[in-house]
C-alpha cells in the first residue's frame, strides 16, 4: 500500500488574503455561546413534550395496526 504525503502540496498552497493581510471581521463562525442559552431557554418545553407524547402515541398506534393485520395475514395464510 502506498501512502500519499499531502505535506508538500499543503506547504505550496497560497494563503487567503484575509489570513495573510490578519483581517479582523465581523462575521463569526458561530454563534456566541449566550446566544445558544438564551435561545434553549426560551423554548417551550411543556409543548415540546406534549408534541413527543403525541408522535409517540402514533407510533404505537401504527405498530398495533401493523400487528394485527399481520396477525390476520397469518391467520389467512394458514387457511389456505
Do not use: H
Amino acid at each position: 500500500m502506498t501512502l500519499i504525503s499531502t505535506k508538500d502540496i499543503l506547504a505550496q498552497m497560497p494563503l487567503p488574503k484575509a489570513i495573510e493581510e490578519d483581517v479582523k471581521t465581523d462575521y463569526k463562525s458561530f454563534p456566541p455561546v449566550t446566544d445558544t442559552i438564551v435561545w434553549i431557554k426560551q423554548v417551550d418545553w411543556e409543548d415540546v413534550g406534549m408534541r413527543c407524547k403525541g408522535g409517540l402515541n402514533n407510533v404505537g398506534l401504527v405498530l398495533a395496526v401493523t400487528g394485527e393485520k399481520l396477525y390476520d395475514f397469518g391467520s389467512w395464510l394458514a387457511q389456505v
